[in-house]
């Protein structure tokens, strides 16, 4: 069963870090590009930055947030670090993935047919 799960999401204050990760399981996922996705209340989702199986990333924005990835049969994961944060950066962030190789990455949510269930990400004093 092909799953993504994040973990990592909590309460921090404006200014501080968090690093979400989302290990994968069931498929392989060197051939996948991978993605971190995210979506507030009351709007719609939103890509936040993505990552193809060559390691070449598709930002959104100014560099706030650094994806990475970890392929290896043991364990491979996806990881997402978030710096400067602030209120508006509140949301349930969302991994996903679909299969692709060597092409780059989409920002678009459309080719994602696998989604983890989101971790929630609460920015407040």
């Known amino acids: 069963q092909r799953q993504l799960v994040e973990s990592g999401g909590g309460l921090v204050q404006p200014g501080g870090s968090l690093r979400l990760s989302c290990p994968a399981s069931?498929?392989?996922?060197?051939?996948?590009?991978v993605a971190w996705f995210r979506q507030a209340p009351a709007k719609e989702r939103e890509a936040v930055s993505c990552l193809n199986t060559n390691s070449e990333i598709t930002l959104t924005n100014d560099g706030l947030f650094t994806i990475a990835r970890h392929n290896a049969k043991s364990k491979s994961e996806v990881f997402l670090q978030i710096d400067s944060l602030e209120p508006e950066d509140t949301a349930v962030y969302y991994c996903a993935g679909y299969a692709d190789l060597g092409r780059l990455c989409q920002l678009s949510a459309s080719p994602y047919f696998l989604w983890g269930q989101g971790t929630q990400v609460t920015v407040s004093s």
């Open positions: 069931g498929f392989t996922f060197d051939n996948y590009n």
